[in-house]
């Protein structure tokens, strides 16, 4: 049978549901038939549209035909122009705020508590580096770790370098340069890792220990080891005349390791409300179905977890630009939703300043997935959101402390999005359509799939099939509910992703607006 999905009463195109697609001459029910072949998740027009008339899915404008159209014809992304994106001068603000949803308790999870009120949801050695000189050195020196150290500290599930590319050859007092900053000091101090840091320094970098933690004492190879372990950060600095050689210097790494090491093997789950989880939400390899299928789901999900007192954030400003007048009328109040608009506003003025702007973002997987534009992108990703209340906005760069729907400012890029939410995230929800073998080492990633072919082809990949809801095998709210159960799952340990079986762990790759001298 030929079967395309609607999303809306008013929309006048169709995506395909068919796995191999249709042929031309395809009927389908109702009298359609397709003028040409027409693959899956690509637009079928239902009805005709004239040029410069709109072309509506979600119920929404996602371009205007640049030619007229026939009814059962291929809609491609050379049939559409880009519309301009919403004002952000006009648009409403807390105009139609949801009601506070009835709270679900008695859910929890398994995890760690740490002594500064966060939740782990792994037990990790993190060794964070100042600058990427030092990142052959680190991963030397955790290969040892891992090897001679961690077999004697059960309870520790690894050692992790937290490497990167920034730290030096920047300017470092510029503006942006806080965003980085910012994001490296809260993951340095990830609940994951107990909050506690392992810093290995050159010397010479521009991006210092001190400014990470401009107010914490630090704690060198040279001076003695204190007695307590408290948050203050143990640093080891290449260059320190103390350490002579190199086999010195990997030697003050496992010796600073092993103290970390005995105070984390102390650690041990414990039952916690849902409530202190912050669940990242992310998009990746989006294709047409990923508006329909695993983004609602992740977004019926998301509205569980608010239920239960949990933060859900959604992210990527370029993929909520064209949607963010279905935000702000959801804002909570008016400075939520003016924050919101500041940081559409920066981002614009952050594309124009490298003569881009929204229209670079679709990538040739999404536009083979059927993504006709950033505009239909958009809708599909916001869909990840859910139907609560937003309640809070953080920039770049910002630890997110409110409860509730927030969302976390950054760029769609998947490695920096991650990056950046993991500021704040103690697990993450990575969506996919055409597939993607995304992971981070700091926080257990869960990969959803938007088609079902794609979850039997990656069967060892894929987490969770959300394609079930376009075949009809499964309704949104019940795989809402099926991911909401496996978060709680992964989040106590009783259940590994896919990218933690394999170690598929992406280096972190903060965002740096600044400029690099």
Not at 320 to 346: C, F, K, S, Y
Request: with cysteine.
């Amino acid at each position: 049978m030929n079967r395309y999905v609607k999303v809306h009463p008013s929309d006048n195109v169709a995506i395909i549901v068919n796995t191999e697609g249709v042929p031309a001459g395809a009927m389908f029910a109702g009298g359609l038939s397709a003028r040409e072949s027409i693959p899956q998740s690509h637009k079928v027009a239902l009805a005709a549209i004239a040029q410069g008339g709109p072309v509506v899915r979600y119920g929404q404008v996602i371009g205007r035909a640049a030619r007229d159209l026939d009814a059962g014809q291929w809609v491609r992304e050379e049939h559409l122009d880009l519309p301009v994106p919403p004002s952000l001068d006009d648009l409403p603000i807390a105009t139609a705020v949801p009601a506070a949803m009835p709270p679900l308790p008695g859910y929890t999870f398994e995890g760690y508590r740490n002594r500064d009120g966060s939740v782990g949801t792994k037990n990790l050695l993190g060794i964070t580096t100042t600058v990427q000189c030092v990142a052959p050195t680190v991963d030397y020196a955790v290969a040892r770790i891992r090897n001679e150290l961690l077999p004697r500290f059960p309870n520790v599930d690894g050692v992790i370098a937290l490497t990167h590319t920034y730290g030096c050859g920047v300017a470092i007092d510029a503006p942006g340069a806080q965003v980085p900053i910012q994001t490296l000091r809260h993951i340095s101090r990830h609940a994951n890792i107990g909050g506690q840091p392992l810093i290995v320094s050159l010397g010479c970098e521009k991006m210092q220990p001190a400014r990470l933690f401009p107010d914490r004492q630090m704690f060198t190879a040279s001076a003695a080891l204190p007695p307590v372990l408290e948050h203050d950060p143990y640093v080891i600095r290449m260059q320190d005349m103390e350490l002579r050689g190199f086999g010195e210097i990997v030697a003050a790494i496992l010796r600073f390791a092993e103290k970390r090491l005995e105070e984390l093997n102390r650690r041990r789950r414990v039952t916690c409300p849902a409530s202190d989880l912050v669940v990242g939400v992310q998009c990746g390899g989006s294709d047409a179905f990923s508006g329909v299928t695993c983004n609602p789901a992740v977004g019926s999900a998301a509205d569980l977890l608010v239920r239960a007192g949990a933060t859900v954030m959604f992210s990527e400003v370029t993929e909520v630009r064209d949607a963010v007048h279905l935000l702000t009328p959801r804002a909570v109040n008016q400075e939520v939703g003016l924050a919101l608009i500041r940081e559409m506003r920066w981002y614009d003025e952050y594309l124009s300043r490298g003569y881009a702007d929204r229209s670079a973002n679709p990538t040739p997987g999404n536009k083979r997935g059927g993504l006709a534009n950033v505009v239909e992108k958009a809708l599909g990703s916001v869909a990840k959101a859910g139907s609560s209340a937003l309640m809070g906005v953080a920039s770049h760069g910002e630890r997110v402390t409110t409860k509730g729907l927030v969302f976390a400012a950054t760029p769609a890029s998947d490695f920096i999005c991650g990056t950046q939410q993991l500021a704040s995230m103690n697990l993450h929800v990575f969506t996919t359509g055409e597939g993607s073998p995304y992971g981070l080492a700091l926080a257990p990633v869960i990969k959803i799939s938007s088609r079902t072919a794609l979850a039997e082809r990656w069967h060892d990949l894929i987490d969770l099939d959300a394609g079930r809801i376009a075949t009809g095998e499964a309704t949104l709210d019940e795989v809402g509910w099926d991911l909401f159960r496996l978060m709680l799952d992964v989040a106590s340990g009783r259940k590994k992703t896919w990218a933690d079986h394999w170690g598929l762990h992406n280096t972190l790759a903060p965002f740096n607006p600044g400029p690099v001298t």
